[in-house]
């Protein structure tokens, strides 16, 4: 029971670690192209990050230890865990494209 409840409270870490990335890293860059700042930096790896805290983070959070999204030698994913990468890099393409378009249509390149 007390690994299910560490696995349930670093799933909600992730999250949070998640959130705070989506800030620092994309949000702010992003304000500072609406106030017109006239150079900006982020990095491409939070496109990734992300997504990946937000949906295993929430996966751990909801499932706790039963997700079974890797092989019980932990050297292959199993169909749910290659579902699970799917959607994070649909999230990544979707939250690149996203970003991308809101620089474009405020002047930046």
């Known amino acids: 029971m007390a690994r299910e409840i560490l696995v349930r409270l670093g799933g909600l870490a992730i999250v949070l670690i998640g959130f705070a990335c989506l800030y620092f890293f994309l949000l702010v860059p992003l304000q500072q192209v609406q106030?017109?700042?006239p150079e900006v930096h982020y990095e491409l790896k939070v496109f990734a990050l992300v997504p990946l805290c937000f949906v295993f983070g929430a996966i751990f959070l909801v499932f706790g230890d039963?997700?079974?999204?890797?092989t019980p030698d932990h050297q292959n994913l199993t169909a749910k865990g290659w579902i699970a990468f799917a959607v994070v890099a649909v999230l990544t393409g979707l939250g690149w494209w996203w970003f991308d378009s809101q620089f474009a249509a405020l002047g930046y390149v």
């Open 35 to 37: 106030a017109g700042v």
């Open 66 to 70: 039963g997700f079974d999204y890797r």
